[in-house]
């Protein structure tokens, strides 16, 4: 079965480019391309089919890319976000992130780059290219491991479960415990760490050496 891809941007010449690069993957298809998070919209509306992923601009007329990422994490949380944007700022990318993207990418990167972070993306995986890792070790205020974190047993299997494409029904198995009380554990880490995002909790995890084996390493196909 295949995966299934839809394009929002509003440059024909990238949206034309965007769809033969996926074209060019196994198991990848194109359903349609949106100028904007609208015309996304609209096409839902009429009931034309839900893609698994979505290739999303930031900077688009009527509803732009940040507001559209907004829209489907309340709507459509199942659907995949890689955000593909000419913006290399920190800001954008942790305003996307927090809206539910999965990926960050630059429109400079190598098709090389954008192949492998739409294939980690697809499969429930975080990407975040290496000089926007740089920024989110140094800058992104995630706080150091210190004393005053005192994590129970449970906390730190969750975080370390939590890094990487299990869904918190996934980790509640390995844990023995239900999708709820996985939830109830995240939300008391997210309440001692002040961090509210899974992407947050998953580098603070690897960051602070609760997940052996992953590393900052944005071409790293562990994290």
């Known amino acids: 079965m295949k995966t299934t891809v839809v394009i929002v941007d509003d440059h024909e010449l990238v949206a034309e480019a965007l769809t033969q690069v996926v074209g060019n993957l196994p198991h990848f298809e194109v359903l349609y391309t949106c100028r904007h ?16 992923l979505i290739l999303l601009d930031i900077q688009l007329p ?13 709507n459509h949380p199942t659907i995949k976000i890689l955000v593909i944007t000419s913006l290399a700022q920190e800001e954008s990318l942790k305003k996307v992130m927090a809206h539910g993207a999965l990926g960050y990418l630059v429109k400079s990167a190598s098709t090389k780059e954008l192949e492998f972070a739409i294939q980690k993306v697809a499969s429930n995986n975080y990407y975040v290219p290496d000089w926007a890792t740089k920024l989110q070790i140094n800058r992104m205020l995630l706080p ?4 005053e974190f005192i994590f129970t047993k449970r906390e730190k299997e969750f975080l370390e479960l939590c890094v990487g494409e299990k869904s918190y029904k996934e980790i509640g198995i390995i844990m023995n415990i239900n999708a709820r009380t996985v939830e109830s554990i995240r939300d008391q880490v997210a309440e001692k760490t002040m961090i509210k995002t899974r992407v947050g909790l998953a580098l603070f995890a690897i960051k602070n050496g609760f997940a052996p084996g992953f590393t900052f390493n944005g071409n790293d196909q562990s994290v």
């Not at 150091?144 to 004393?147: G, N």
């Open 37 to 52: 998070g609208l015309e996304l919209q609209s096409q839902f509306a009429q009931n034309n089919p839900l893609p698994d």
């Open 62 to 74: 009527v509803m732009d890319g940040y507001e559209t990422c907004l829209w489907l994490k309340n």
């Open 144 to 147: 150091e491991y210190t004393p």
